[in-house]
């Protein structure tokens, strides 16, 4: 890489609780700690080897909630303990990309910061890295808010969606607008219109950028995380940090930040890419069996049953009949039968399990 590389730190957001993963996806063992593809790692680790050719294992920083501390360190013991960023609660995501960033700035003022989440599926490593190498050189300008843009393969409703124009920097294009998950009717006109890509999650910018921008559009969270420069890498990190985050909103970093910000670019890629942010999602990324099924971690006799999901924690003896569509996931105290397509339903199990069953079982 031409750039210098000890100026690259990389953030990954780790601290999700999964919840349309359920049952598979709990409390204690969200997905991004899981081995989903079977290959010996979970999404966290895909995700850290992915970043290790962009930043080395020292500029690697993982944020996660205070009860996922121990996971990590035993999924990633490379890392120090400095790098590895507890919050004490959810706040979404500006708080937390706040938190490195204001870290990682005391650091290296100089520093080019790339977000991510953990548990994102990118099929072609090859070209994804190459695309955050564009970024990263797109973000090396003072003002610029780079983010990552997937060339959209149908109508999603799933995913939210980024507009350019053709106003370049570099390999990026300036963003027109941001939009939320759409509705299909909507989703269909993105996609036919050419100028829409998926909002992949990715974020890429100097700190220096992104603190004036917090500053700007965020100054109470700004305030509290500039307070806290005398605290990062010192024992006294945990207790202010612990005190901050209850003076911190509830808000993503894009409604925050980048949709109210003016150098806001994408840059498009084009590298086979999934959120898996539902089973469905998952079952489009998997390969498939005799009948379009998928089986995790069971044993199935099929008899006119197609396009299901069959997922047990052991091995198992599954037989199914006249069943299509479905999700079969046994997983310890929860057997689940359900449509594997419906999102929605899942928060609504999900609720339903926590208002009538209580928190354990999630």
């Known amino acids: 890489m031409d750039r210098n590389s000890s ?5 990954i957001m780790a601290g999700g609780v999964g919840s349309r993963f359920w049952p598979y996806s709990r409390n204690k063992r969200p997905k991004q700690f899981l081995d989903i593809f079977g290959t010996g790692q979970s999404l966290l680790q895909m995700t850290y080897n992915r970043f290790l050719q962009t930043a080395g294992k020292d500029n ?38 706040a938190y490195a960033c204001y870290k990682i700035h005391k650091k290296n003022p100089d520093a080019t910061v790339v977000i991510t989440p953990a548990d994102h599926a990118i099929f072609n490593e090859d070209k994804f890295i190459a695309t955050v190498e564009d970024g990263i050189a797109a973000a090396q300008k003072e003002g610029n808010l780079v983010t990552i843009g997937i060339k959209p393969t149908k109508p999603e409703t799933g995913y939210g969606y980024i507009q350019y124009s053709e ?17 299909l009717e909507w989703a269909k006109k993105f ?17 220096s950028t992104i603190i004036k921008e917090y500053e700007n559009s965020l100054p109470e969270m700004a305030e509290a995380f500039d307070d806290g420069m005398e605290h ?27 949709e109210k910000a003016q150098d806001v670019y994408v840059v498009l890629g084009d590298f086979a890419w999934s959120d898996l ?3 469905g999602s998952l079952y489009d990324n998997l390969k498939k069996e005799d009948k379009e099924n998928i089986v995790m971690g069971a044993e ?41 397509d419906q999102e929605a339903k899942f928060r609504e199990f999900v609720n339903d399990v926590k208002n009538k069953k209580g928190e354990e079982l999630l």
């Open 7 to 11: 100026q690259t730190f990389v953030i």
């Open 60 to 97: 690697i920083l993982i944020v996660t909630n205070q009860q996922y501390a121990e996971l990590v360190k035993e999924q990633l013991p490379d890392l120090q303990q400095d790098q590895i960023l507890l919050e004490p609660a959810r706040r979404n995501t500006a708080p937390c990309v």
């Open 277 to 279: 942010g539902s089973w």
């Open 300 to 340: 199935l006799l099929s008899y006119d049953s197609h396009s299901n999901i069959v997922k047990t924690d052991k091995s198992k003896l599954v037989i199914l009949q006249d069943l299509e569509g479905y999700l079969v996931a046994d997983f310890e105290d929860v057997l689940m039968i359900v449509k594997k």
């Open 232 to 258: 990062y890498y010192t024992d006294t990190e945990q207790q202010y940090i612990d005190k901050a985050y209850t003076q911190c909103r509830n808000i993503s970093i894009d409604y925050g930040i980048m």
């Open 191 to 207: 996609l036919e219109s050419g100028d829409f890509v998926w909002n992949a999650g990715i974020f890429i910018w100097k700190t």
């Open 167 to 183: 106003e370049k920097f570099g390999a990026a294009r300036k963003v027109k607008t941001f939009t939320e998950k759409p509705e």
